[in-house]
Nanobody, 124 residues
Framework: QVQLVESGGGVVQPGESLRLSCIVSGRAASHYGLAWVRQAAGKEREFVAAIRWSAYSTNYADSVKGRFTVSIDNDKNTIYLQMNSLKPEDTAVYFC?????????????????WGQGTQVTVSS
């Protein structure tokens, strides 16, 4: 089984940047697809971005393409979400999640393992 711990959330103004981190431990991360999923207050969880550890394949939601970048640091067993040009509609709790069979698609029900989440608030 894999364990996920997020950090890096905070309060920023529109147009600013923020980087989230997710430390991956437990069973080898190369077995999983790893994703960032967010949930705004009163809304369902929404896929943001995902990456395969071994193949470095990535996938992004249309709403964040060109603004967000997902990456991996193998030495630190950590995945990152670099968020630029943040908008108020990006405000949400951001979760790190892992799926079996290297899945990196948009169906959040396929992600079986979840971190505790970190709050991102974009407000002027």
């Amino acid at each position: 089984q894999v364990q996920l711990v997020e950090s890096g959330g905070g309060v920023v103004q529109p147009g600013e940047s923020l980087r989230l981190s997710c430390i991956v431990s437990g069973r080898a991360a190369s077995h999983y697809g790893l994703a960032w999923v967010r949930q705004a207050a009163g809304k369902e969880r929404e896929f943001v971005a995902a990456i395969r550890w071994s193949a470095y394949s990535t996938n992004y939601a249309d709403s964040v393409k060109g603004r967000f970048t997902v990456s991996i640091d193998n030495d630190k067993n950590t995945i990152y979400l670099q968020m630029n040009s943040l908008k108020p509609e990006d405000t949400a709790v951001y979760f790190c999640a892992a799926a079996e069979q290297l899945y990196i698609g948009t169906d959040t029900r396929r992600y079986a393992y979840w971190g505790q989440g970190t709050q991102v608030t974009v407000s002027s």
